[in-house]
């Protein structure tokens, strides 16, 4: 067992390392807790094998720097072997050529961006977007 003063020392230092990591990759933090309240939600399914395929597409773009830090990714929804980001605003090059990294994520056939301009008001208000 450590000594009290040294086990303080050592909580406050992790403390301040998770809250510095959740602020600089805060855009992707917020993409997460969004997809945690969705799947926490009664009448959800758990563990289904379409829940774990979204779980490692956004494992994939949290591994990958571009995307984790674009603020203008709102939401990933992950619909059988298609991943359809939602952006804001005009599509960005940048994110288009690490669209690659969704694209080899096991059981991924089609990765598209798709603008939240471009989407009907109807399907809009049923995704989860972080504001």
């Given at each position: 067992m450590l000594p009290k003063f040294l086990s303080r020392r050592l909580r406050w230092g992790a403390t301040v390392t998770v809250l510095g990591a959740l602020i600089t990759n805060r855009h992707d933090s917020t993409r997460w807790w969004q997809f945690l309240r969705r799947t926490a939600r009664p009448g959800t399914e758990f563990g289904t094998p379409q829940w774990w395929t979204e779980v490692r597409v956004r494992a994939a773009v949290t591994l990958d720097r571009t995307l984790r830090r674009s603020p203008a990714i709102k939401d990933i929804v992950v619909d059988g072997d298609e991943v359809v980001l939602f952006v804001e605003g005009a599509v960005?090059?940048?994110i288009v050529r690490h669209l690659g990294s969704l694209q080899?994520?096991?059981?991924?056939?089609?990765?598209?961006?798709?603008?939240?301009?471009?989407?009907?008001?109807?399907?809009?208000?049923?995704?989860?977007?972080?504001d």
């Open positions: 960005r090059p940048e080899r994520v096991k059981g991924i056939r089609e990765v598209r961006c798709v603008e939240l301009s471009d989407v009907p008001i109807d399907i809009a208000e049923g995704v989860s977007v972080a």
